[in-house]
């Protein structure tokens, strides 16, 4: 039984500002969706790879992957939703022994392969889905349509969630099944349904890049781990 990993690379990057789509912006040379696939497979724990790329430029992001024989691409959608329920879709093609299947942002790049291969083994363990987290260091509050403060939410209880997240591939198939049109993030859809989500310890390095400013990060964290 394999382990395959879905990775949404096909959104625009609007808010990075790069004039190319995310996941093909470079980190000290590298893209982050190279670097991001390298990190799944080198975790040791992940066979297969189903990337999702912008429907224009597949061949271009297929070119990128060449050197990771396990990574294969297919054309995202509209939504995170369609590229991930397209990436879905080629699972039995690719792998079709696969029992354990990941969602992973190629916008979290440099994830560290411990939380991948915790993620996996909660799986593995009969997790049907599994959230990478860390607590929240701000206090947050609950404001109305004014902006005034309604409530201070109990920050002890609260938890900012990563990718991959990781679930049993029938459980993800199923909530895919029953989702809408849009969701951003997969392990809700198993909540929607009544699913057991559990919980591992997630990295600050494995941080979603977003803007210019957590690419400034992101070069940061690189030179902290000696690239
Ligand atoms: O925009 P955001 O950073 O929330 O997107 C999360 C991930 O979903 C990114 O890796 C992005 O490339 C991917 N995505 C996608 N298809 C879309 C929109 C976003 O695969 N239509």
Redesign the pocket.
């Known amino acids: 039984m394999s382990v395959v990993a879905l990775?949404?690379?096909?959104?625009?990057?609007v808010?990075l500002g790069a004039g190319m789509?995310?996941?093909l912006v470079p980190v000290s040379g590298e893209s982050?969706l190279l670097r991001a696939v390298r990190g799944l497979l080198a975790s040791g724990r992940v066979e297969h790879v189903v990337v999702?790329a912008?429907a224009e430029q597949v061949e271009v992001v297929s070119a990128e992957l060449a050197s990771l024989p396990c990574a294969h691409v297919v054309p995202?959608?509209?939504?995170?939703?369609?590229?991930?329920r397209r990436a879905l879709d080629a699972v039995d093609e690719v792998a079709p022994d696969a029992r354990v299947v990941l969602v992973h942002?190629?916008?979290?790049a440099f994830t560290p392969a411990s939380v991948i291969r915790d993620v996996v083994s909660a799986v593995e363990q009969g997790a049907p889905a599994v959230v990478p987290v860390l607590p929240v260091a701000d206090t947050i509050k609950e404001v109305d349509a004014s902006g005034a403060v309604v409530s201070t939410v109990d920050r002890s209880r609260l938890r900012a969630v990563q990718t991959p997240q990781g679930f049993a591939l029938d459980v993800l198939r199923e909530a895919y099944a029953a989702a809408g049109d849009i969701a951003?993030d997969d392990a809700g859809l198993v909540e929607r349904l009544g699913g057991e989500v559990r919980t591992v310890a997630g990295h600050p390095h494995a941080l979603?890049?977003?803007t210019a400013f957590d690419l400034a990060i992101a070069e940061s964290v690189l030179a902290l781990a000696g690239d």
């Open positions: 990775v949404p690379a096909a959104g625009r990057g808010r789509p995310k996941a982050l999702a912008p995202g959608g509209a939504e995170r939703t369609d590229s991930v942002d190629a916008a979290r951003t979603k890049i977003t």
